[in-house]
């Protein structure tokens, strides 16, 4: 009879441990130290080494500190590799709109996803949200953004 008894103190005990080890982990300031000692092996600490220089290393995020911002993205001229292959992207979004948009307009069935198995005939307001989305991505990504 106190077999369960014990056993609920022990899982009690052990889950305060658990909570007091996070809490603890979580109240560290962040600050640790980074030395060398004579054998040239680097090591960190969260408390300075006994009669040693040591680094002082903040962590961002800890303390109540914020991370720095992370540096700006360059701005440099696009190469031609990268305009020659956004050309090709823009062609096959445009021609895959087009074909989409002329599936649409015959009310034929449409496959949701890879699998012939979903086909499902949409219903006129269905129907006319997907043509109204098709044509947006033509107009996205076709150079006149005319229709076929």
């Given at each position: 009879m106190l077999g369960p008894l014990i056993m609920a103190r022990g899982r009690l005990l052990a889950g305060c441990i658990a909570a007091c080890m996070c809490l603890a982990?979580?109240?560290?300031?962040?600050?640790?130290y980074k030395w060398t000692d004579a054998s040239g092996t680097v090591h960190f600490s969260a408390s300075p080494p006994p009669g040693k220089k040591a680094e002082t290393l903040k962590?961002?995020?800890?303390g109540g500190e914020q991370a720095a911002p992370a540096p700006a993205a360059s701005t440099a001229e696009p190469t031609p590799q990268l305009e020659e292959a956004q050309a090709a992207y823009r062609k096959q979004a445009c021609d895959a709109a087009r074909d989409d948009l002329a599936v649409l307009e015959k009310n034929r069935m449409v496959v949701s996803g890879n699998s012939p198995d979903a086909a499902t005939k949409l219903d006129a307001e269905q129907r006319s949200q997907a043509k109204l989305r098709t044509?947006?991505?033509?107009?996205q990504f076709c150079e006149t953004g005319s229709q076929p």
């Open positions: 982990a979580a109240a560290q300031d962040g600050t640790y962590l961002a995020g800890q044509r947006q991505r033509i107009n």
